[in-house]
C-alpha cells in the first residue's frame, strides 16, 4: 500500500508559487460571485470654467489669473460579480506571467478532456429560448393557476400540487424555469389569499432543484458532467430516473411533515381565478410545447446515432425564434398592438387594489412574467442610481463630481480664451455624436420592440451572466489542472473511494457541500476534470461510473442546502425579496437542514444498489 502511495505521489507536478496564486485567485473569484462588490471609480466626465478672485486649488497663483480649468469627475461604480470576477482575476493571472494565453485560456475556451464550453452554451442558449418562449405564451402559467384554482381551498393538498407541479415542469424544462414562472404565482396567490407564501415556496424550489437531475438538460452541471465522460441522452436517463424519484419522494415526506403546522387545511379565496387569461397565445403555446416534446425525442434518438446534443437542439431554438418572429410580424402588421390580458378579476366584495397581480402578466409586449437573472441583480438599483446621479451632477456639481484645478501653462487671457473657447467647442462636437448614436440604438429598439414584442421579450430573459461565468471559470479550471492543484484533488478522491459504495456516497457529500462553497458550476468543472484524471481512473469502471453519477447527484440537491448552492438560488432570492418576501440564507438553512441528507441518503442508496447489480 505504501508503495502504490509512494507511486502515486511522485506523479503529481510539484506546487509553486504560481500554483498557488492560480488557487488564490480562483477562490477570490468564487467569493465574489456569491458576494458580489461595488467598487467605485472616478473618471473624468468634462472640463468646467470657473472666474473666482482666488483659486481654490491654491492660495500662491499669480493674482491676474482668475479663470482658471476644472476637471468634472463622476463616481462610477464597477460591478465585481459573476459577469466580471472570472475575467479580473484571468487577466491578474496573464499580468503576472502565472498561466500562458496560448495553453490555458486558449485550452480552457475551445475545451479539452472531452469538455467543450462553446458547446456547452449553445446547447443551454437554445434550450433556453424554447423554454422560455413556451413560458412567454403564458402555457407554464396557464397551468399553475389552473392547478390553485382547482385544488386552492385545501392548503395541504395544495402544497402537495404545486411539489408536483414544479416537479414535471423542471423535468421537461429546467429549475431555473420553474423558479422563474412559479414564484411570482406563488406570491401573487399568498397576497389575494393571506396564507404564508414561504412554505409553498420552499417545496417548489426544492422539487425543482431535485428534478433537474432526472433529464441530461435539466440543469448545466448535468450538461457539464456527461459530455466530459461521453454520456449519451437515454443512458443518462436510465441512470439517473429511479435516484430521482427516490430523491422526489423522500423530500417530499420530510418537507410535508415540515409544513403541517404551518399550513391551513382551508383557504379562502377571495379572487376569481381566470386561468384562460393567463394564455396569451394559445398556438404558440402548442407549438412551443410541440417543439419542446420533439427536441426531447430528437435527443433520445440521437444517443444512437453519436450526434452531438448542442447540433440537436440548435435547429429547434432557431425554429422557434423563426416562428416568433412571423407570428409578431403578422400580429403588429399596420401598426396594430397586442392587447394585454387581464389575469385575476376580483369578486364583487373585494375592496383591495390588485396592482400585485398586474406585474404578473405574461405578455410578450409588456414586461414578461417573471424578471430576467440580470433585473435579480443589482443592476437595477445601479441603474436607478445612475439616473439619480446624472440628475443630481446637473443641479449640484459641486456635491457630486470631483473638481481638479488645471494650471495653463501660458496664462494670457486671449489665448486662455481661445483654447477654452476650443475645448467648449469640440466638447458639444462629440456629445452630438455620442447624442445621435444613442438616438439611433433607441429608435432601432423601439422598432423591434413594436414589431418583434415576443422575440425582444424572450431573448431580453436569456442567461447571458452564464456566458461569461461559465467560459472564465472553465479557464481557470484548466489553470488549476496545469499547476498541480486537479491531479491532487484526483489522489484524494482515489484515496476516499476504494469500492462502489464508499465512492458515492463520499462523492455525494462532498460535492452536495461543495456547492454551497464555491456554487455548483465550479464545482461541477472541477470535480469533473478531478475524475477524469489518469489518477483516478485507476480505480475500476464501477467505481469511476458511480462516482460520477454521484457527481451529477451532488451538484443537484446540493442547491437545497443554501441559496448560494446554485445560481436559481440566487435568482430565487432576488425574485422573493421584489415580492416582499425575505428569506434569508439562515431561514432557508432551517427549511433545508432536514430534507437535504434524507434526500442525498436516498439517491446514493439507490445509485449504489444500481452500479452493483449492474457491474
Avoid at 452554451?121 to 390553485?148: E, N, R
Avoid at 391551513?264 to 381565478?273: A, K, N, V, Y
Avoid at 489542472?481 to 457529500?509: D, H, N, Y
Avoid at 449504489?608 to 449492474?614: D, N, P, R
Wanted: aromatic residues 8%.
Amino acid at each position: 500500500m505504501s508503495d502504490n502511495t509512494n507511486n502515486d505521489t511522485e506523479e503529481l507536478p510539484p506546487l509553486t508559487w504560481r500554483s498557488w496564486m492560480v488557487l488564490v485567485m480562483f477562490v477570490l473569484a468564487t467569493a465574489l460571485v456569491i458576494y458580489p462588490l461595488r467598487i467605485p471609480v472616478p473618471i473624468p466626465v468634462g472640463r468646467a470654467r470657473k472666474e473666482s478672485p482666488e483659486p481654490p486649488c491654491s492660495q500662491a497663483q499669480a493674482p491676474d489669473q482668475k479663470r482658471k480649468q476644472f476637471l468634472r469627475w463622476r463616481v462610477v461604480r464597477i460591478h465585481m460579480d459573476m459577469k466580471l470576477a472570472p475575467w479580473v482575476a484571468i487577466l491578474i493571472l496573464l499580468a503576472s506571467t502565472t498561466i500562458k494565453f496560448k495553453n490555458e485560456v486558449v485550452h480552457g475556451f475551445v475545451g479539452s478532456e472531452g469538455i467543450q464550453p462553446y458547446a456547452i452554451v449553445i446547447l443551454i442558449f437554445a434550450l433556453a429560448y424554447i423554454c422560455i418562449s413556451l413560458d412567454q405564451s403564458g402555457l407554464l402559467s396557464y397551468i399553475a393557476m389552473h392547478v390553485t384554482k382547482k385544488w386552492g381551498r385545501n392548503g395541504r393538498l395544495l402544497l402537495i400540487c404545486f411539489y408536483l407541479l414544479s416537479t414535471i415542469m423542471a423535468v421537461l424544462t429546467s429549475n431555473d424555469v420553474v423558479v422563474l414562472v412559479l414564484t411570482p404565482i406563488i406570491c401573487i396567490f399568498s397576497d389575494v389569499t393571506g396564507v404564508d407564501a414561504e412554505p409553498f415556496l420552499i417545496a417548489m424550489f426544492v422539487s425543482a432543484n431535485t428534478a433537474s437531475m432526472a433529464l441530461y438538460i435539466g440543469n448545466p452541471t448535468n450538461i457539464i458532467a456527461s459530455q466530459a465522460n461521453g454520456i449519451a441522452f437515454l443512458q443518462y436517463s436510465a441512470w439517473m430516473v429511479l435516484p430521482f424519484l427516490g430523491a422526489v419522494v423522500a423530500g417530499g415526506a420530510v418537507l410535508y411533515v415540515e409544513c403541517l403546522s404551518k399550513i391551513p387545511r382551508r383557504i379562502e379565496i377571495d379572487l376569481q381565478i381566470q386561468p384562460r387569461s393567463m394564455l396569451v397565445r394559445p398556438r404558440q403555446a402548442i407549438f412551443g410545447a410541440s417543439m419542446l416534446a420533439l427536441c426531447l425525442i430528437a435527443l433520445s434518438v440521437s444517443s444512437f446515432f453519436h450526434v452531438a446534443v448542442w447540433i440537436v437542439t440548435l435547429p429547434f431554438g432557431g425554429a422557434m425564434m423563426v416562428v416568433d418572429a412571423l407570428v409578431d410580424l403578422y400580429l403588429t402588421h399596420g401598426g396594430q398592438t397586442i392587447e394585454t390580458p387581464t389575469l385575476v378579476a376580483p369578486a364583487p366584495a373585494v375592496t383591495p387594489a390588485v396592482a400585485p397581480v398586474s406585474e404578473a402578466v405574461p405578455t410578450p409586449a409588456a414586461a414578461p412574467l417573471s424578471p430576467s437573472p440580470d433585473v435579480l441583480t443589482s443592476d437595477l438599483d445601479d441603474k436607478r442610481a445612475s439616473v439619480l446621479s446624472d440628475t443630481a451632477d446637473e443641479k449640484q456639481g459641486a456635491r457630486h463630481d470631483l473638481t481638479l484645478c488645471v494650471e495653463k501653462q501660458d496664462g494670457s487671457l486671449p489665448q486662455h480664451s481661445t483654447s477654452a473657447q476650443t475645448s467648449t467647442a469640440k466638447e458639444p462636437a462629440a456629445g452630438g455624436k455620442v447624442y445621435m448614436l444613442k438616438k439611433k440604438t433607441a429608435s432601432i429598439l423601439n422598432v423591434l420592440t413594436r414589431r418583434l414584442p415576443t422575440v425582444v421579450a424572450v431573448v431580453s430573459r436569456l442567461p447571458y451572466n452564464i456566458v461569461p461565468f461559465s467560459i472564465g471559470m472553465f479557464i481557470l479550471v484548466e489553470s488549476l489542472s496545469e499547476q498541480g492543484w486537479t491531479p491532487r484533488l484526483s489522489w484524494l478522491l482515489k484515496r476516499m473511494c476504494p469500492s462502489v459504495a464508499p465512492a458515492v456516497f463520499i462523492v455525494g457529500i462532498v460535492t452536495s457541500l461543495a456547492c454551497n462553497i464555491m456554487n455548483n458550476l465550479p464545482m461541477t468543472i472541477i470535480f469533473t476534470r478531478a475524475l477524469k484524471h489518469q489518477i483516478f481512473g485507476q480505480v475500476s469502471a464501477s467505481t469511476r461510473k458511480g462516482a460520477l453519477f454521484a457527481l451529477i447527484i451532488g451538484s443537484n440537491l446540493g442547491a437545497n442546502f443554501t441559496l448560494v448552492g446554485s445560481l436559481a438560488g440566487l435568482m430565487f432570492q432576488g425574485i422573493a425579496r421584489q415580492k416582499k418576501r425575505n428569506i434569508g440564507y439562515l431561514r432557508f438553512l432551517r427549511w433545508c437542514l432536514p430534507i437535504l441528507p434524507v434526500q442525498l441518503a436516498v439517491a446514493c442508496a439507490i445509485l449504489t444498489a444500481e452500479v452493483i447489480i449492474m457491474k
